[in-house]
Structure formats: structure tokens, C-alpha cells
């Protein structure tokens, strides 16, 4: 079955910088798009970064362009997640996702915290 796994939180100062992965199973992982999100405390999940199958285009947030960078290895069946400039309103569970045919997987999410 499908499996996401995500890895690489912790507790940051601000500035300061984390990566991310995210370890992909079950599906052919070069052949999805992969979505990063997150959910802050109190309030609703939003995506952060998307990176089409092939690596070749990705999407971001405003609030994190320039900031956190999204990329994948086929190779691997991972994609990433580098933060870099981390401020305290990064604060949130990351969670790693892929939609196959109009369902949606997730993994169980890795908490990132960013102290001021």
C-alpha cells in the first residue's frame, strides 16, 4: 500500500534551517507529483511546495518563496524539503502527500518548530 514517510523536523532557531524528506512506497514514485503541507496549531492545512514527477517544475507558497527550496530523487522514491531563513510562523506539523487517481495519501507528519 501507499506509504509516506517523513523525517527531519525539530526545533530551530530563527534564521536558522532544516531539511526535510520524505521516503515514498506503494505507487510508482516517478510518475506523481509530490506536495509538501503543513498545519500550525488552530489552524487549516496549506500546501507549502509541489514538485511535478519528472522534478522539472515546482510551485510554492508566497510565504515561502525564496525560502525553502523542493526537490525529489527518483532514484530514491524521496522528495525534500529544504528551509532555509526559518521564522516562528513556520511552526507546524509538515506533512508529505501524493494524490493517485483523486485520492489523497499522507504521512504522519514531522513537527517543525522555530523559536524566536
Known amino acids: 500500500q501507499v506509504q509516506l514517510v517523513e523525517s527531519g523536523g525539530g526545533l530551530v532557531q530563527s534564521g536558522g534551517s532544516l531539511s526535510l524528506s520524505c521516503a515514498a512506497s506503494?505507487?510508482?514514485?516517478?510518475?506523481?507529483?509530490m506536495t509538501w503541507y503543513r498545519q500550525a496549531p488552530g489552524k487549516e492545512r496549506e500546501l507549502v511546495a509541489t514538485?511535478?514527477?519528472?522534478?522539472?517544475?515546482?510551485n510554492y507558497a508566497d510565504s515561502v518563496k525564496g525560502r525553502f527550496t523542493i526537490t525529489r530523487d527518483n532514484a530514491k522514491n524521496t522528495v525534500y524539503l529544504l528551509m532555509n531563513s526559518l521564522r516562528p510562523e513556520d511552526t507546524a506539523v509538515y506533512y508529505c502527500?501524493?494524490?493517485?487517481?483523486?485520492?489523497?495519501?499522507w504521512g504522519q507528519g514531522t513537527q517543525v518548530t522555530v523559536s524566536s
Open positions: 502527500n501524493v494524490r493517485i487517481l483523486m485520492q489523497y495519501y
Open positions: 506503494g505507487f510508482i514514485f516517478r510518475r506523481y507529483d
Open positions: 514538485i511535478t514527477s519528472a522534478g522539472s517544475s515546482t
